[in-house]
């Protein structure tokens, strides 16, 4: 009976990781590797309205590079816009005189790819990328993001000894209404103050909206390979609804499964290691939306009605605007929730007290790579009792494997009796088959954790930890931590009992010889990760072994293959 379920389990396991593969390429937008006919052809793009509030006009569709400038008022030509840079210590920004718009955010503390590099661009308006933060007005003839303003002269950059800087875009008289926007930078800090200043300049009182949107392609990162995969795209955060993801396909597909009015959160959007997000004051009444703005083009934004503004009065609305690293310590002190743009999924509430402990760890040590080695030493310990529970009885599996492998070469004309002496024999001696799988079982959900925690962590970016690792989130150049952990896993398999079925016993050591292929790949975080994992287990497993007098032999695959 036990070889029947093995035999089962890793039929099922198999083809869960073939319907698994296939998933997760059609996640991807790729065609599956296995059953092509299940395929999902391209979603038709669907010519999305743009959102509106309270019934009044819609939120104007945003600007790309390509696009021409509106019209001035009184229908003079409009004036060509230009570009306006200013820097902080850790922020270069450039303003777009139309609508005063953020077209462009490098981040000076984190560089492009390996360290060293150019800053990352994460903000931008070019022919390759469209990534801009906008505002503007509705419910009327007001200004929009498209509407021509002017910078009021003033510096641009953080003078020595200077903390915080601000730039005022002020717009002229469109349908009797100005807009000025402030933008106030302080040193150290991805975030931006945005305050809107609108300015009844008609005879009539008006009662605007004010939106807030980003604007962003659909275009993956390039950290990303085929054998992992993060999130890219919108995201809406509200008291109520919490962290609520839009993909893109979503939005293609007109499903809009978000809720759409609060009095709290944010709007964001989201990619590996880095996100941006649009934050209006708690208790602020907002309409969200996520749009498509074109064939290429994705919106996510806020929609907030202001109070009517009579004739010479003015109302302000002030936001702030989020660009910079998903570096959970600093989210957790802009906004509540906003931490989760680091997306760890349904293992969140794992993930987040390892990131805790990791980062502790790296407080004393000052090095990631030695922090996951010891974060990793630290749950094995954790696990000692559990592992050594699983790794005895494993011990008792391979003790009696050549009395199992000879009663099956005696009795394989007899399948019905075989089974009924295995069985007799477990009891005998007390082995239970599946006993070394529950204990594992039980400690998956948290190395699984760990793994999205490392893979997530924006710290382990250009990273170094020691020789020729220079960049713990990316592959390790010279395959030296893959091959080592191929031969670790290797290993590992060696020192478990085969089953005594030669097929099974043969899938056994091809199922992680697989796997390891994947880790070439892999960011060098990871597979340091794994290689701690699997040593502390080997060490653990040979030290059961040798109390419970099991003899240290490994088995020679090769001697299995040529059966």
């Not at 990871?526 to 007098?549: C, D, E, H, P």
């Amino acid at each position: 009976m036990n070889d029947i379920r093995r035999s089962i389990l890793w039929v099922v396991f198999g083809f869960s990781m073939v319907l698994i593969w296939d998933k997760w390429q059609i996640h991807n937008g790729k065609a599956p590797t296995f059953f092509p006919s299940s395929a999902v052809t391209a979603p038709k793009a669907v010519g999305a309205a743009a959102p509106t509030a309270g019934g009044n006009a819609a939120v104007p569709a945003a600007t790309t590079a390509a696009a021409g400038v509106a019209a001035a008022p009184g229908g003079a030509p409009a004036p060509v816009a230009q570009r306006i840079d200013a820097s902080t210590d850790v922020l270069k920004l450039t303003f777009n005189s139309e609508g005063g718009s953020l077209i462009g955010a490098t981040l000076l503390k984190h560089a492009s790819q390996q360290l060293g590099s150019e800053p990352l661009q994460l903000l931008a308006q070019n022919d390759k990328h469209t990534y801009v933060a906008q505002t503007g007005l509705i419910g009327g003839s007001f200004p929009t993001h498209k509407t021509p303003m002017t910078l009021v002269a003033g510096p641009t950059s953080l003078a020595e000894g200077q903390n915080e800087l601000a730039l005022r875009f002020e717009s002229a008289d469109v349908g009797g209404v100005k807009l000025a926007k402030t933008y106030t930078l302080q040193r150290g800090s991805y975030v931006i103050g945005v305050s809107h200043e609108v300015v009844n300049a008609g005879a009539a009182a008006v009662t605007p909206q004010l939106y807030l949107q980003l604007v962003r392609d659909g275009n993956k990162t390039d950290s990303e390979t085929p054998f992992y995969s993060t999130f890219t795209g919108p995201a809406i955060y509200t008291g109520a609804q919490k962290y609520q993801k839009v993909e893109f396909k979503d939005i293609d597909a007109g499903k809009n499964n978000f809720e759409k009015t609060s009095n709290d959160g944010y709007v964001a959007m989201v990619q590996h290691y880095f996100a941006s997000a649009w934050l209006l004051g708690d208790g602020t009444a907002r309409e969200n939306f996520a749009r498509k703005v074109d064939n290429s083009l994705y919106s996510v934004g806020s929609i907030a009605t202001l109070p009517a503004v009579a004739p010479g009065q003015s109302q302000k609305l002030d936001a702030r605007l989020f660009i910079g690293p998903q570096q959970e310590t600093v989210l957790e002190t802009v906004a509540p929730g906003l931490e989760l743009v680091k997306d760890y999924g349904w293992l969140t509430i794992l993930a987040k007290p390892l990131y805790w402990l990791l980062e502790k760890i790296h407080g004393f040590v000052a090095n990631w790579g030695w922090s996951i080695v010891l974060l990793v030493v630290l749950l094995k310990a954790a696990f000692y009792w559990l592992n050594a529970s699983a790794y005895r009885s494993m011990a008792k599996m391979k003790a009696i494997n050549p009395k199992v492998a000879e009663m099956r070469e005696r009795l394989k004309g007899n399948p019905q009796l075989m089974q009924q002496e295995m069985m007799k024999m477990y009891r005998e001696e007390k082995v239970n088959p599946l006993g070394g799988c529950f204990p594992i079982m039980i400690q998956i959900p948290v190395f699984i954790a760990l793994y999205w925690v490392l893979l997530s962590s924006v710290e382990m970016r250009n990273a170094p930890w020691m020789g020729w690792i220079t960049d713990l989130s990316t592959k390790d150049p010279y395959f030296v931590l893959p091959f080592i952990m191929t031969l670790t896993t290797i290993i590992q398999t060696a020192l478990n009992p085969l089953p005594p079925d030669p097929l099974q016993a043969k899938m056994m050591w091809l199922m992680p010889l697989m796997f390891s292929v994947m880790f070439f790949f892999f960011p060098a975080g990871l597979v340091l990760y794994w290689i701690t994992n699997n040593v502390l287990t080997i060490a653990q497993q040979s030290f059961i072994n040798k109390r419970m007098g099991v003899p240290l032999k490994i088995t020679n695959p090769f001697e299995l293959f040529r059966k």
